[in-house]
């Protein structure tokens, strides 16, 4: 059964537009677009070291989106609607991807982005029905 979005789905995406047009998360995010690419741990250390203004800019990124999934994973946001509008969560598993397991392992929290993986492989799913290849193509630009 197909669910339908509601008016406050596209409010919940409204408010969540709005909370990335803050000015740190601005920043944030444009940071972690342009220079996070981390293909290790060893990687992620050097590029985010505690402490360090890198880091908060990858916490804020990180946990925003899976905040944003962890909505969509339960329900609370339509998954359909979302992912006509979301692409930014997919990049951010993109970029978190590789190293996600030596974090899970280093932090002792197998579950560490859990509503991230999940949304960003249902998005991946809806993608290839829809248009196939273009996660591909969308992963090949991202990496």
């Not at 060893?42 to 985010?48: K, M, P, S």
């Not at 982005?113 to 829809?130: H, Q, S």
Request: proline share 4%; net charge neutral.
């Amino acid at each position: 059964m197909q669910s339908h979005a509601t008016y406050d789905d596209a409010k919940l995406i409204l408010s969540l537009y709005e909370t990335r047009r803050e000015e740190r998360m601005r920043k944030a995010r444009a940071w972690f677009s342009g220079s996070f690419k981390p293909r290790s741990l060893d990687d992620f250390t050097a590029l985010c070291p505690p402490g360090s203004d890198e880091n908060a800019s990858y916490r804020m990124v990180t946990t925003y989106w899976e905040m944003v999934a962890s909505f969509v994973a339960s329900g609370v946001l339509d998954q359909e609607l979302f992912f006509q509008s979301g692409r930014e969560l997919l990049l951010v598993w993109e970029r978190i991807r590789d190293i996600l397991p030596a974090l899970r392992e280093k932090n002792k929290d197998p579950f560490a982005y859990a509503n991230l993986e999940t949304v960003a492989t249902a998005y991946i799913a809806y993608l290839e029905r829809k248009a196939p290849g273009t996660y591909a193509a969308f992963s090949a630009r991202q990496r």
